[in-house]
C-alpha cells in the first residue's frame, strides 16, 4: 500500500537519502495513513546521527528539541518536523526515563523501542518496513506492545495508560495478554509524572472507545485518581437510577461531545456522591449537595494532575452546578442569569443531557426545557432583556446621589435587579428610584 507523503515530508526525506543516510516516516503518522486518517504531525526516523542531520539542515530554521536524545526539529513552510535519530533506548531504572540514549545505524533497533506495534511501523519511498505485525493489528484493530509486556512497561510505566489512550481513540482492543499485564503493572504509573498522566488521560476520556475503557480498567485509573475506587459498584437505590454511580459516570462520558473539558467534567461529575450518600426513609439514595462537594472534588483532583488553571476553574465550575435543570419559567431563568452567562446555561444543559441520558428510562428526556430554555434565551438576547446589574438603568452612582452610602448600594442595585426580573418594577431610571425610595 502506497502512503501519500506531503511535499514537506518528501522534501526532507530526500534530503537525508541524498546525504547518504537511511530515513522513514515512523509512528503515529504511518499509523493513522495505513488506517485512511491524514495526519496532522509527521515524524521522521534516520540513521543520520544528530550533527550530520543538523549540519543537513543548516540552511533550515530548526530548532534543538532534545539533540541529547537525538531529536532536532525542522521547520518548513511554518510547520514543524521531529527529525530523531535511529536509537536504542538504554536502562531504565525510575520506570519512565532510559539512564541513556543511544544511537544506532540500525532501524531494526529503532523500532524494537517503540512501545506498540501499531506503532513501529516505518515507510519511505521504497515501502513498508513492518517487523512486528504492526498491520496486522491495525487490520484487527489490536494494541500489543513490541517485545514482553511487563519489561516494556516496568521500562516505563507510561506506556500502560498510553494503551489505553490508543485504544480509546483508535477504537482498538487490547490484547488479552497485554491487558492482563497492565492491570498486574498498574501501580508503575505512581512513578509518572502528573503532566504526562493528564495529558494522556485528556486524550484517553476524548476517544471514541472511552466508554468500554474506563469501564474495565478503573482499578488503573484508580492508581491516579483513587476517588474513582469507591464509585466502582456503588449501589444508587430508587427508580430513577439505571446504574451504579461508575457505571453512570461512564455512560456520561461516552454521551457527551468528545471535548476535553466536557468529558473531564463527566469523568469527575458524580464523585461526590460517595462521601454524600444517604438513605431517606424510603430506603431511596440520597446524595445531599453532591455537586458543591464534587466541585470540590474536582478542583484538589486537576490540581493534583497539574492541569491548567483555566481547565481547573471551569471543570470544576461545571461540576458543581451540574444539577441545574431546565428553568420552568422565564423569570427562572433570569434569575440564573444574574451569575451565569448565556454560554454556562446552554454548557450545563448540554451535561445535563447526559447525565439524565444516564438514568432510568422515565427521566431521560430534557428535550422539551432544553427547547423552551433555548427560546428564552433568544428572546432575552434579541430584547435586550435586564438579567444582570450592568442592565439595569441606573448605576451606583446614581444609587448614592440618592442618599443611601455603604454597603446598602450593592443591595439596592440587588433588589432593583429581582424587582426588574419578576415584573415588579420597569427597567427605567426614575422609575427604579421611585420603586427604590
Ligand atoms: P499521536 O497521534 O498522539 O501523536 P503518536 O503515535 O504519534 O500519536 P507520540 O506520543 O507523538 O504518539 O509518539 C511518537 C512515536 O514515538 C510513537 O508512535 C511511538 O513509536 C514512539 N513513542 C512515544 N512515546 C513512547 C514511549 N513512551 N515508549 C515507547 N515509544 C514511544
Ligand atoms: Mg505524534
Redesign the pocket.
Known amino acids: 500500500m502506497e502512503i501519500k507523503l506531503p511535499s514537506d515530508v518528501t522534501e526532507i526525506l530526500n534530503i537525508l537519502h541524498t546525504g547518504g543516510h537511511e530515513a522513514y516516516c515512523?509512528?503515529?503518522?504511518v499509523?493513522?495513513s495505513l488506517m485512511g486518517f491524514t495526519?496532522?504531525?509527521w515524524?521522521i526516523t534516520t540513521s543520520a546521527r544528530p550533527d550530520e542531520t543538523a549540519e543537513l539542515f543548516k540552511d533550515y530554521k530548526t530548532i534543538d528539541t532534545g539533540l541529547k536524545h537525538g531529536t532536532l526539529t525542522v521547520i518548513i513552510n511554518h510547520k514543524p518536523y521531529e527529525i530523531t535519530t535511529f536509537r536504542i533506548?538504554g536502562e531504565y531504572n525510575d520506570n519512565r526515563h532510559p539512564e541513556e540514549v543511544i544511537f544506532t545505524p540500525d532501524l531494526k533497533d529503532d523500532l524494537a523501542?517503540?512501545?506498540?506495534t501499531v506503532?513501529?511501523i516505518a515507510y519511505n519511498y521504497e515501502g513498508i518496513v513492518d517487523l512486528y505485525g504492526g498491520r496486522e493489528d491495525i487490520y484487527n484493530s489490536i494494541i500489543r506492545t513490541?517485545g514482553d509486556p511487563d519489561k516494556?512497561f516496568n521500562?516505563?510505566g507510561?506506556?500502560i495508560l498510553?494503551a489505553l489512550?490508543?485504544a480509546s481513540?483508535l477504537g482498538f482492543e487490547i490484547e488479552p495478554e497485554i491487558a492482563s499485564a497492565i492491570h498486574r503493572n498498574r501501580h508503575l504509573l505512581k512513578n509518572i509524572s502528573a503532566e504526562r498522566i493528564s495529558t494522556e488521560l485528556s486524550?484517553l476520556i476524548c476517544g471514541k472507545n472511552a466508554f468500554n475503557i474506563l469501564m474495565e480498567y478503573p482499578d488503573v485509573l484508580s492508581v491516579f485518581l483513587p476517588e474513582i475506587e469507591p464509585a466502582v459498584n456503588f449501589t444508587q437505590y430508587g427508580k430513577k437510577h439505571a446504574y451504579d454511580v461508575w457505571e453512570h459516570i461512564c455512560h456520561t462520558v461516552d454521551t457527551i461531545p468528545q471535548d476535553k473539558i466536557l468529558r473531564l467534567t463527566m469523568l469527575l461529575h458524580d464523585l461526590g456522591k460517595v462521601p454524600t450518600h444517604k438513605l431517606n426513609e424510603k430506603g431511596d439514595s440520597t446524595f445531599k449537595n453532591h455537586a458543591t462537594v464534587g466541585g470540590e472534588m474536582a478542583k484538589e483532583i486537576l490540581t493534583r494532575l497539574k492541569f491548567d488553571k483555566k481547565t481547573i476553574n471551569r471543570v470544576s465550575y461545571l461540576v458543581s452546578y451540574h444539577d441545574f435543570e431546565p428553568p420552568e419559567t422565564k423569570v427562572e431563568l433570569k434569575r440564573h442569569l444574574k451569575t451565569k452567562t448565556p454560554e454556562d446555561i446552554c454548557t450545563l444543559l448540554v451535561i445535563k443531557k447526559s447525565d439524565r441520558g444516564a438514568l432510568s428510562e422515565a427521566y431521560r428526556d430534557i428535550s422539551e426545557g432544553t427547547a423552551q430554555t433555548l427560546m428564552w434565551l433568544r428572546e432575552i438576547e434579541q430584547n435586550n432583556e435586564c438579567c444582570t446589574l450592568k442592565d439595569l438603568a441606573i448605576t451606583g452612582k446614581d444609587i448614592m446621589e440618592a442618599g443611601i452610602t455603604g454597603e446598602n448600594v450593592g443591595k439596592a442595585l440587588n433588589m432593583l435587579l429581582d424587582g426588574v426580573i419578576e415584573g415588579k418594577v420597569e427597567n427605567e431610571k426614575s422609575r427604579l428610584l421611585t420603586y427604590l425610595l
Open positions: 515512523v509512528g503515529g503518522a499509523r493513522d495526519p496532522e504531525d515524524d533506548d523501542r517503540r512501545d506498540f506503532n513501529a513490541v516494556r521500562e516505563d507510561l506506556r498510553r489512550r490508543f481513540v486524550k
